[in-house]
């Protein structure tokens, strides 16, 4: 079981969409680079110049794509039905998850959170299969926390361990928390009106949205640490002015004498 989990057949690169005709990797000004199996998502970026982006978010692509697939694989080897099948439709597999991880993007405005998972194939990738473009756009205004849970422990029994960052946006109108059911079980994602995993800096994401907040409730952008304000100046300066002065005149009394 084990080694199904972790081996799959060796895979070309013949699904490309929008890249070049050799299948040289395209330039990151363009979008993100060609991951090295089969994929058929667009990979230029989704952004248009009305949603002001002011930061975009990297993920880590290719740890995020094995451990997806790696836990689809392995969830369907705990099945013997699906186990017979496996290398059949592993190739399968493996591309909808690296088309399911290259599709997804998020960026902030000073305004909102936009998640964008382009359009992408599922299933034996075929057309009917096809699944359409999500755009979420979250206000910032709206948000109530962002919640960031580590990894630990494993997906699929003991054989994939979980490696990704979840990142939560909670709102008020989504609850603002997880909360549970009628038997106290919590329920997964409830109060979160946006989830990704595999975020390449979730803390980086997380305080960057608790900040623009911070700026959109003061109505103006909040001032850096270390940043001297021009008011203090003055007021040392003028300070040590008369503390000079002061000095001098002792002096010139001394003289006097």
């Known amino acids: 079981l084990k080694s199904v989990c972790s081996k799959g057949p060796p895979m070309i690169s013949m699904e ?23 994929y058929s998502v667009d990979l230029s970026v989704p952004w248009e110049q009305s949603d002001e982006i002011i930061e975009e978010f990297e993920f880590d692509l290719e740890l995020a794509a094995h451990f997806f697939t790696h836990r689809e694989a392995c969830g369907r080897a705990m099945h013997p039905a699906t186990l017979i099948t496996l290398p059949c439709f592993y190739h399968c597999i493996q591309a909808n998850n690296v088309d399911y991880v290259y599709s997804t993007w998020v960026a902030v405005s000073r305004e909102n959170i936009y998640i ?24 910032i205004a709206n948000v109530q926390d962002v919640m960031v849970t580590g990894p630990a422990g494993t997906a699929v029994c003991c054989f994939v361990p979980n490696v990704l960052h979840t990142v939560e946006v909670q709102t008020a109108a989504a609850g603002g928390q997880t909360g549970g059911d009628a038997n106290g079980r919590k329920k997964k994602n409830q109060g979160a009106i946006g989830t990704v995993m595999g975020l390449a800096d979730p803390k980086r994401f997380r305080d960057t949205v608790m900040r623009l907040k911070r700026e959109l409730l003061s109505g103006e952008p909040a001032p850096a640490a270390t940043a001297p304000q021009p008011q203090v100046m003055m007021q040392d300066v003028t300070q040590t002015q008369v503390e000079m002065l002061e000095v001098m005149n002792r002096l010139a009394a001394k003289l006097a004498q």
């Open 16 to 38: 490309v969409a929008n890249g070049s005709p050799n299948g040289s990797p395209r330039s990151a000004l363009m979008g993100r680079t060609q991951p090295r199996t089969a």
């Open 116 to 139: 964008i998972r382009k359009r992408r194939k599922t299933g034996l990738r075929c057309y009917c299969c096809d699944q359409g473009e999500v755009q979420k756009v979250i206000p």
